[in-house]
């Protein structure tokens, strides 16, 4: 784990390995390309959160590099239960679409997907949060996409290890209380 720190057009980098980030008044950021979720972003840059609410400027100590570090080592293997979640949950979330916007049920509007791979049709990722507490040594991480059937609110899921916490809107993804009240159970 190594973690360098340097000041670059008047704003603190820290650099964790294969990740720089910078503050941007409200958290620490970074702009990562995980090959694994590339059919997710379209092969564009993610945005990397650390500490996303409930945090201060101060630079990243030792333990929450580690935390980031984690996080780079391991999304490949939450990827799965991620996507096998948000695919189970998809249904219910298509058919509140339709009801919501009191739209008869048709493939165009919001298509019926069967597979995770078909998951990629309608949601894209966006940001990646990694909450600054852990329980057992790993972060609460947060997914954070835009969506077909929420444009406004997106969709959030969290998640600890490989088990997903909670499926919602995008704020899922950055609450610090959602994975506090999971920590603390």
């Not at 940001?127 to 954070?144: A, C, F, L, T």
């Amino acid at each position: 784990m190594s973690a360098s720190r340097y000041l670059h057009s008047q704003t603190v980098c820290i650099s964790v390995r294969n990740m720089e980030f910078t503050f941007n008044e409200f958290w620490w950021q970074a702009g990562v390309q995980f090959f694994a979720w590339s059919d997710f972003s379209q092969g564009d840059s993610i945005k990397l959160r650390f500490a996303p609410e409930g945090r201060d400027e101060s630079p990243m100590d030792a333990d929450e590099v580690a935390l980031a570090t984690w996080l780079e080592g391991n999304h490949e293997g939450q990827k799965q239960p991620l996507l096998t979640a948000v695919l189970d949950a998809y249904p219910a979330l298509r058919r509140q679409f339709f009801e919501d916007y009191d739209i008869k049920e048709n493939e165009e509007s919001l298509p019926t997907i069967t597979s995770e791979d078909g998951l990629a049709k309608v949601i894209a990722l966006e940001e990646i949060n990694i909450h600054q507490i852990s329980k057992d040594g790993v972060p609460y991480v947060g997914y954070q996409f835009s969506c077909s059937w929420d444009e406004e609110h997106g969709l959030g899921v969290l998640m600890h290890d490989k088990r997903v916490i909670e499926i919602g809107g995008a704020d899922t993804a950055f609450l610090l209380w959602i994975a506090e009240r999971d920590r603390d159970t």
